[in-house]
């Protein structure tokens, strides 16, 4: 008899990416996978830690899921993977009753072995590539992330990943282009390169060698990669922005923060001056390249002062969109032992000026596309029958409306108008 699984993902695209994997792995075991938890042979909750909030979330969902388990007519499993199952798979085990298995982030390829054993706990950072030890990632639509790198060395001051991801390792090259050659072949035209540090990568070649080759690739229309480091945002892969036909013009550089004395505290191991100069150097290389970033307000001792430096930093770039956030502190990160720390109050005050800032800025982004004709690849139904939806090169959505027929093209598209969430246009 067939049985079922229910993966519910957070945090970012390598965990949405790692869900499709320990899909793929299940399928081989004879696991569906469905989209909602009742009835599921096994629920997956692939987890984040990266702030108090994510793992708060966890547990609040383990409640839910435990409630949907003892109504079930057969036996549900309950497993507990990701970033917070890698930082305290020990704790979940003691606190959620419930939970029948704990998979840290690198030992995905094992979830059958996994699954015969009474209430284990994964959490070893094998010498064997996963990738290697999984199925090659099934195809869905025109779109696909390919993890060319994980983990972290750098150590920020505030952060978990270096612990739930472990030490920074770099995929070889060529196993990277046999998957995306595979993919490719399956009439995938997009690519998104994944990684904690991507532009650290050094699987061989550099990342804008490795972007090269990718290039070569029939079919490969589009090429996107994240999240970057300002540290390693070598001249070669900004020069990437104007030699390499697929490699859109879109930069996701998170920077946290505008004061080099909170960046320093931060172990950022860069300035605000360094990454402004980097901005400069894409603007001249690439002027119509849109750029978003991560920022955190609050961060221990952060004054006044220092948090107008940061309103400062983003009025210079005019970002496309950002993500922001309160500091929050994470136990076992140097941040969570500093005194200072900042009053809740006067953090999700400095968050809700900074995000002004920001949102005018996007609004700004999106005004400026209007009228302007663009590439658009169309890759699904729009929202609306009789539409069709696809994204810029700067990622932000189009819906028009046409044939469901033109779904894998990219059409010049003049944009018209704007909604809340997307611009509608005409084919050219
Ligand atoms: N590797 C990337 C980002 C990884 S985490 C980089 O180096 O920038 C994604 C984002 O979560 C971070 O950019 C940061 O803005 C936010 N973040 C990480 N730890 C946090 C914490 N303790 N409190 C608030 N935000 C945090
Ligand atoms: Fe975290 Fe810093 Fe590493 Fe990014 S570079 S993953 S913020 S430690
Ligand atoms: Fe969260 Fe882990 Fe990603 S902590 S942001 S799921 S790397």
Known sequence: MSKSVYIKSYGCQM??????????????????????????????????????RASENVYSELGRMRDIKEASDKPVKIGVAGCMAQAE????MRRAKTVDLVVGTQSYHRLPELLKLHKPVDLDFPAIDKFDAMPAQSVKGLSAFVTIQEGCDKFCTFCVVPYTRGAEVSRPFQKILDEIKLLASKGVKDISLLGQNVNAYHGGVTLAELMAKIASIKGIERLRYTTSHPRDMGDDLIEAHRDNPILMPYLHLPVQSGSDRVLKAMNRGHTSADYL??????????????????????????????????????????????????YSTRPGTPGADMVDQIPKAEKQARLHVLQALINAQANDFNEGLLHKTVPVLFEKKGRMAGQIAGRTPYSTPVQIEASEELIGQILSIKLTSRGTFSHFGEVV
């Open 277 to 326: 100069k980097t901005i400069e150097k894409a603007k001249a290389i690439r002027p119509d390249m849109a750029f978003s970033s991560d920022f955190i307000v609050g961060f221990p001792g952060e004054t006044d002062a220092e948090f107008n430096e940061t309103l400062d930093l983003v009025k210079a770039v005019g970002f496309s969109q950002c993500y922001s956030f309160t």
């Open 89 to 92: 798979g020990a704790e979940i």
């Open 15 to 52: 965990n949405v990416y790692d869900s499709q994997r320990m899909s793929d792995v299940l399928a081989k075991e004879g696991y569906a996978t469905i989209d909602s938890p009742e009835g599921a042979d096994l629920i997956l909750l692939n987890t984040c830690h990266i702030r108090e």
